[in-house]
């Protein structure tokens, strides 16, 4: 009895195979993903090393990728099976670390070159080559007597390279792989060295390293369907710092942002950079460079929101930090140029305003509305809006240092300074000095390192001349000494210096109402206030000695595009409240004249 078939039903089939070959090998767009691919070939035939060979022959651009590998003993399979790689059946076999499951990758050729020849000695000791022409259906296999150094090994050949990727030099190569293969390179221990003849260059690849400060502590998110590993730095603002998307070693989205669901906070900082590797992605097969937004794409959209809670606390942590300091760079830089430029005016007319406790300046918190946090509720009467904002105070503020976050521990030594840099000091006087050693994040390094000190000109004495601190006694006569200090960590040595200006007459901060004991004299720390649409810029708050700026006014925001700009407003508001301090008695011409006078002196030490 026979069957009848229904015409309804049936088994997709390809209409026309080199069609869809042709397809296939097009759907390559990126050169360099294609060497990468290559690179990966050598890899997963467990190659120690391997050699990227640009060149040009005959006048014909070429490149050859060459490794010790175990090489390919059917040459025949690899070219009647497109799309049915021989690693499927490995992996299905329990073999691990390898990439690739789609049979398609050599075809990638047809976008670097118009020729491939692939000679390679597998396991039976006989060496064969695959001769495969762009655009060509058909393929060539025959033996040749070339043999490799170490008995098995596979080179592939691509020539002549297309006119667009001719220019393609042995830095652009050596950058791609080593972010596309970041991990794979550094897991298998391969070495892969490119030699660019026609710049005279070798080059080797090595791991792309992160420059930023890897965060500790991160929990990693689990998924029932496989691993997901997450190594996370953060870095110094820029558009450049990503976080790259991998599967098992190998990138295949250079920018996490570009998928919807990671297209916002945390993921989109521009100081978060690093990597995720989700080794049970989808990838699309033409490309390999995107992913299939299927159920284990969701389940590890799922597992990554575990994650965003810590990011968050870690990128606001970072956050004020950075304010923290910025605000101290700023009144360090607007008490110098201000103190500078009282010394070329009447001491007599100007004085410092009234601060309370240390001049050297610290950041706490407030709360415009309810009195500062953490101080005794006294708030201020600029405004009433509710505001969190970043303070600069004296130092007899209480902040607690007993536990350190992730970006307090240092890095190798990188800089160092002498604190104060300059100063003007009396005969026969006492200053101390300490020296600052920074690793390259500016983080100040509080251990392992020595200091040796020594005086250039002999004006004075040091209380010794090792340790962190130290002690200069001034001489009898004036004149400019140099402290000299040689800061040593491991194999890393810097010298810096401070200048030291010995003068018989020093101008004094005190003022004539030191002794009241209400306070001293000095330059006092600010805060912002937020009051939109409030006319005032800044007010000179006595009782607490700070100096209020209203960060709601238009001038602020405008000032705060551009940081050189932002520092010279505040400044000016500085030079506005010390006038007006200095000058209660004055009318409005005699107040614009002193202004315009303690401004150019300013800003010409700024």
């Not at 467990?46 to 651009?61: D, F, W």
């Not at 799309?83 to 076999?93: H, T």
């Not at 260059?201 to 691993?227: A, D, T």
């Not at 251990?447 to 004495?461: C, H, I, P, Q």
Request: proline content about 4%.
């Amino acid at each position: 009895m026979s069957v009848i078939e229904n015409p309804n039903e049936g088994m997709l089939k390809i209409g026309d195979n080199w069609n869809a070959i042709t397809i296939i090998a097009y759907s390559q767009n990126n050169p360099l993903k294609a060497i990468a691919e290559f690179v990966e070939n050598s890899i997963d035939a467990k190659a120690k090393h391997i050699k990227i060979i640009r060149g040009k022959h005959h006048h014909q651009h070429y490149i050859k990728i060459i490794d010790d590998g175990s090489g390919i003993d059917d040459f025949q399979y690899v070219a009647t099976h497109i799309g049915d790689s021989i690693k499927r059946q490995l992996k299905k076999q329990g073999a691990v670390n390898i990439q690739g499951e789609f049979g398609i990758g050599l075809l990638s050729f047809w976008t670097v070159g118009d020729q491939l020849m692939l000679t390679s000695t597998g396991s039976e000791g006989l060496t064969r080559r695959l001769k495969l022409v762009k655009d060509n259906p058909g393929y060539h296999i025959s033996d040749v007597r070339e043999l490799f150094e170490k008995g098995t090994g596979t080179e592939l050949h691509i020539t002549p390279l297309l006119p667009g990727i001719r220019q393609l030099s042995g830095e652009k190569i050596q950058n791609y792989l080593a972010s596309e293969l970041r991990d794979r390179i550094s897991r298998s221990g391969v070495e892969i060295k490119i030699v660019d003849k026609s710049a005279r260059k070798e080059l080797i690849v090595e791991p792309r390293k992160f420059s930023g400060r890897l965060i500790h502590n991160l929990s990693q998110p689990s998924n029932p369907n496989g691993e997901i590993y997450c190594e996370l730095y953060i870095n110094d603002p820029s558009s450049q710092n990503k976080l790259g998307l991998y599967k098992q070693g190998t990138r295949v989205i250079d920018d996490l942002t570009s998928l919807e669901a990671f297209s916002g906070s945390p993921w989109n900082s521009d100081i978060l950079e690093g990597i995720i590797d989700v080794s049970f992605l989808q990838l699309t097969p033409g490309t390999r460079d995107g992913i299939i937004l299927d159920s284990a794409y969701e389940s590890f959209v799922i597992s990554m929101s575990t994650i965003i809670e810590d990011l968050e606390i870690v990128l606001s942590a970072e956050k004020r930090a950075e304010e923290e300091k910025a605000s101290k760079s700023i009144l360090r830089r607007i008490s110098k140029a201000l103190k500078d430029a009282l010394q070329f005016l009447p001491t007599e007319e100007y004085r410092w305003l009234q601060i309370r406790g240390k001049v050297q300046p610290k950041i706490i918190h407030v709360t415009t509305e309810g009195g500062e946090s953490g101080q005794d509720g006294a708030g201020d009467d600029t405004g009433d809006k509710a505001e969190t904002e970043s303070v600069v105070m004296p130092e007899y503020a209480i902040e607690d240092r007993s536990e350190k976050s992730f970006f307090d521990f240092p890095g190798p030594l990188y800089s160092a300074v002498i604190s104060p840099t300059s100063t003007v000091m009396s005969v026969s006087t006492v200053k101390t000095f300490q020296l600052k050693a920074r690793d390259r994040k500016r983080t100040p390094i509080d251990e392992g390192v020595s200091v040796k000190w020594k005086l250039l000109n002999g004006l004075g004495r040091l209380s010794s001349d090792s340790g962190e601190i130290i002690e200069f006694t001034s001489g009898l006569e004036p004149g400019v000494e140099e402290l000299i200090a040689e800061v040593r960590e491991n194999d890393a040595t810097i010298s810096t210096s401070a200048t030291i200006t010995v003068t018989g007459e020093l101008f004094s901060e005190g003022g004539p109402d030191d002794s009241t004991g209400k306070g001293k004299k000095g330059l006092p720390g600010y805060t912002f206030k937020h009051c939109p649409g409030e006319l005032w810029r800044s007010s000179y708050d006595a009782e607490r000695g700070i100096i209020i700026i209203n960060s709601g006014h238009a001038d602020f925001l405008f000032s705060s595009r551009n940081n050189p700009r932002k520092l010279r407003y505040i400044t000016k508001l500085y030079a506005k409240e010390l006038v007006l301090v200095n000058f209660p008695e004055a009318d409005k011409g005699q107040l614009l004249e002193r202004m315009i006078e303690l401004q150019l002196y300013t800003e010409e030490n700024l």
